[in-house]
């Protein structure tokens, strides 16, 4: 008797899916509204927090938000609202990171 071995196919190559970069790497989603308001997503945790300097790690990256008169107006797991007059914000490379801010 005769065995019938079956010929695989070769699946198509399929593309990547575009998906966003926040899905994929969890990265940090920062949206300014002018200089008086910041509206963080996907951060990991607030690790400073003064009416001077927020300091917030993502799952990657650690930013710096510095200003005066900071109010954080909510925040959950996922996202938080800071008020206040932003003078600047620093991306901190996780290889240049350093025990202090």
């Known amino acids: 008797m005769k065995k019938w071995k079956k010929k695989k196919k070769a699946c198509p190559r399929e593309e990547p899916v575009n998906l966003p970069q926040d899905v994929v790497y969890g ?3 920062l949206t300014l509204t002018g200089h008086q ?3 963080v997503e996907n951060y990991r945790a607030l690790l400073d927090y003064t009416e001077n300097t927020i300091v917030i790690q993502g799952k990657k990256e650690r930013i710096i938000i510095r200003g005066n008169d900071f109010l954080i107006q909510y925040f959950t797991n996922d996202d938080m609202k800071i ?3 932003i003078s600047s914000i620093e991306y901190c490379n996780p290889k240049e990171q350093s ?3």
Do not use: Q
């Open 83 to 85: 008020t206040g007059c």
């Open 99 to 101: 025990n202090r801010w």
């Open 27 to 29: 990265a940090l989603i």
């Open 37 to 39: 308001e910041a509206y």
